[in-house]
């Protein structure tokens, strides 16, 4: 009988990091090593979460290239995208190293899909995609050199250098223009990664990225009211609610953020629902027809605290 792997990632990480407090990657490294020699899935993975919250997690690259080999198998999507996340954060040295990553992810693609789960390879493809684009991208690198490589061909590359201008904040401010026009641009899927002969679509978000690298820039600068949008109709649950929260503060000028605020107040979740409808009556009389119809229903709903809050916003929407 064929034996299958629980894989791990994803939500182990929230779990590990949520329980486990931030602790330097020196000593963490033992207890990854040890996992993989005792080819142990579980264990390895949830040291892995721990090691990207690692307040100097970069410094764990070069163990983990060592370990390429042993990766346990039921960690090796986890292993393959924290390598992904942390390069561009690498001394050059180490980013020219991706390609004994992305080698070994080959090499041992057939064994992953045979004792984990073959519907996994689009996944473990992804992220070896990843290494190879993002290794192009330093963290160190000028501004005029990141907002070029913003046009760049692959979007895992477009979204590392997202992430690094985000990290910079407001000494960014420059690169707002590249980034808008980023965010405004329809991009189609653009590329496919091969793995044991099979092509698969790379699955990345830069216009998302870009979205959070012009919030954490310039929240407050109106040449961000898109991203804020954005992130209101794509963003996590936390990324939401803050989106609606600013949104109302810049008034009027997000009148084209209304359909978004209306859809949120359909949302399940009540904090959102409650950002919307606060934000609808804080934009007045340009949220217009839309808002009221729908602040309306709200405010004869059954929902006390909801309807209080959208008899507050109507007032405030007629009131202009």
């Known amino acids: 009988m064929q034996r299958r792997v629980v894989l791990l990632f994803g939500s182990l990480s929230a779990v590990a990091t949520a329980q486990s407090p931030a602790v330097p990657v020196a000593d963490l490294l033992p207890e990854f090593v040890a996992a993989c020699a005792a080819d142990d899935g579980v264990r390895g993975a949830a040291v892995l979460a721990r090691i990207a919250a690692a307040p100097d997690a970069v410094q764990a690259l070069p163990m983990l290239r060592e370990q390429r080999d042993r990766v346990p198998l039921a960690a090796m999507v986890r292993w393959a995208k924290l390598c992904a996340d942390l390069l561009p954060q690498a001394p050059l040295s180490e980013r020219e190293q991706a390609n004994a990553l992305a080698e070994a992810i080959e090499a041992r693609a057939a064994a992953f899909a045979k004792v984990v789960a073959a519907d996994q390879l689009p996944e473990l493809a992804n992220q070896q995609a990843r290494i190879f684009n993002r290794a192009r991208v330093d963290a160190n690198a000028s501004l005029e050199v990141l907002q ?30 590249a980034l808008q026009h980023l965010l405004s641009r329809e991009l189609l899927p653009n590329g496919h990664t091969k793995l044991l002969g099979e092509y698969y679509p790379m699955r990345d978000a830069p216009r998302l990225a870009a979205a959070r690298a012009l919030v954490a820039i310039a929240p407050r600068d109106d040449r961000c009211i898109p ?4 992130l209101l109709d794509h963003g996590g649950a936390g990324e939401r609610i803050a989106a609606a929260t600013a949104l109302g503060a810049f008034g009027g000028k997000a009148v084209d953020a209304v359909p978004g605020l209306v859809a949120a107040t359909r949302a399940e979740a009540r904090p959102l629902v409650r950002a919307a409808i606060v934000a609808l009556g804080q934009l007045g009389v340009v949220a217009g027809a839309p808002a009221i ?26 009131r202009g």
Not at 148 to 175: I, K, W
């Open 148 to 177: 070029q490589q913003l046009d760049e061909a692959f979007e895992q590359t477009r979204e590392a250098v997202c992430e690094v201008l985000a990290s910079r904040g407001a000494a960014a401010l420059p690169a707002i223009d």
């Open 227 to 230: 991203a804020h949008a954005h």
């Open 293 to 318: 119809e729908r602040l309306e229903a709200l405010a004869a709903g059954s929902d006390t605290e909801f309807a209080a809050l959208a008899q507050a916003a109507l007032r405030q929407v007629r």
